[in-house]
């Protein structure tokens, strides 16, 4: 389906992105995903909704749709509204300690700030209203209600002659001014927060070298197609994924992999879009372009994970959705008991429950996750290592079992043959050339390491096979023009022909053995520095593989783990892991399509980069780079992602439970209020960010 793209200026906090959010969930539209960092708007419109009534729809709610590709006419904007308030502010501020006889004029005063006033009503008072209508009251409610009552109370005493202590205009104006001042801070921190997705854009190629007939055009890569054929020189970035058709070159891939080293390409080779073509020129077949490519599905991936809530943010929303009402019952209730009840005097009575409005922040508990999510995912995006889904951040933190396939993923999966026994009148080349042709069509590591060993042998027009297919941990069977029926595989293929065991790979024809083949593989250099990672952080790692019980035994014992699982079907695997996952979060690595069903029955799975399609779509962490090593930095940046979160809802939590009952009292001004209010969203944010650069073991 279609997915309609929006870029929404003017939502500046989670409250906002709700009211976006609700408002077309309720129009009937679906799969929406609002994302106030980035000021992105998608939804599916299976409804057929008029787009100009959704916008309209948004306009209405404060916000303003604009296009991304033309600058915002938007003069009014947060920085400059931040100046107007600050020049009429100060003199009001500087009334109270200098003692210039026009300053203290209560006219010049309502003059000075009736201008910020009109302007807090314009900025705080629509989004107020909005949220209001949309049963959501936000931040802005409780800021415009406490300049209002500044502002209306001054007025009166204006008015009525009543003298300086009636006077707060100040107060109105310091209320506005100090928290665009906290809203613009807090809007270039969370710009910081979603730096990943910036840095991950800016990436994509504009313009491309396309081959017309015997000319060399220059498009623009949103015009390309599948089939394109692309001219790329030294120097150049990649702009889109292909084949590599002519030509050697080495390639930069750290923007997907996180790995500096250049990779050599020769012809055949796949190419992603984005890479740097470091040495050499070639031309290159186009296989995906636009939003098809590696590159663009790790932007969406991103984005994605970037919004996803995980479940330690819901008691912050359920709090959050009846923080303003009970805040402005607290302030009533403050100036209830302070007036009528010790005997304040009224003006007093006021300023706290003023006080008690604006020191309030609903915006740090709805900005405590999404902050930290937004750095951790894009920290991890960074290294090579790609989330689907912010809560996942939280499963992986407390993971307690890590299983892992052991073929490809323990070990090199860079198979050499060992031993060819071949039996009736086969040769060791006959052996081989059906071998080949059978394995083919898996993408098993050891069939890709067979066929890669096999590829220069004679061909042999005596075994020409047809009708080849791929039974998920069986083997691959093929017949040839006669109708003998030849299949390769494990024991499982060849236990009704003979009893011994002790051989990796069977290859039969008919109701005959005719070959069997013995490999040797090695643990990949990272694997045991891994292991040991994961047991020192309190997990238990455990073997689940396919592969004969000697030699599961042999690896396991090499890596010092204690519990393995050998010779299991991919069912087999499945029944495991469910069981597994019952007792404990359980996390399955993998890379084969046999792989595949465990990796999506456990709570989480983990593919690595070179792993087949349907094992990296059943797996919710994706290694682009190949390496085991990496999985040390997904749980270490996981856990301090997590622990992030913790900090800044406690700090959020912490500083409302503490500063409304001190204003309550009436220890603290006003202005003070909205000092430490404008300043508390900036406090999670910057301890978010401290994530980006954290150095983390």
Known sequence: MNTTELTVEGMTCVNCAKSVDRFLNKQGLEDVYVNFATKEVRFQNTANIAIEQVKAGITKLGFEVVDEHLPSPTFWTLERKFLFALVFTLPLFAHMFIPWKPLHNHWIQLALCTPVFALGVWHFG????????????????????????????SLYGSLMGLGHDFLFYETSAMIITLVLLGNLLEKRAVARTTDAIGELTKLQVQKARKIVGTQIVEV???????????????????PADGELIEGTATVDESMLTGESEPILKEKGATLVGASILQSGNLRMRVTAAGRDTVLSQIIELVKSAQADKPDIQRLADRISAIFVPVVLAIAALTFVLS??????????????????MVISCPCAMGLATPTAV??????LARNGILIKGGQTLEIFANIKNMVFDK???????????????????????????IALQLEQHSSHPIARSLVSEFSDID????????????????????NDEKGNNYQIGSYHIARDLTNDDNHHLYLRKNDQLIATIDIQDELKPDTKATIDYLKSQGMNPIILSGDKQTKTAEVATQLGINEFYAEHLPEEKLVIVENLAKEAPTVMVGDGINDAPALAKATLGVSLGNASPVAIQSSEIILLNDRLDYLQKAVAISRHTLLT?????FWAFAYNIVAIPVAALGYLNPMWGAIFMAFSDVVVIGNSLRLRGKRIE
Not at 221 to 238: F, W
Not at 411 to 431: P, R
């Open 126 to 153: 629509r989004s107020a209203w909005v949220s209001i209508q949309n049963r959501f009251p936000n931040m802005d409610v409780l800021i415009f209600m406490g300049s209002t009552a500044a502002f209306v109370y």
């Open 220 to 238: 623009d890569t949103r015009d390309l197609k599948s089939g394109d054929i692309l001219q790329v020189n030294e120097g150049d970035k990649i």
């Open 339 to 356: 007036y009528f009840v010790f005997g304040v005097n009224f003006q007093n009575a006021m300023l706290r429950s003023i006080a008690v």
């Open 374 to 379: 937004m750095v951790g995912v894009g920290r």
């Open 407 to 433: 073929t490809g993923t323990l070990t090199t999966g860079n198979f050499q043959v060992k031993n060819i026994e071949c039996y009736h009148d086969f040769s060791e080349n006959d052996i081989k050339n």
């Open 459 to 478: 061909v042999n027009d005596d075994f020409l096979l047809e009708n080849i297919k791929e039974e998920k941990a069986v083997g691959v069977k093929g």
């Open 645 to 649: 979160i913790k900090q800044n809802l």
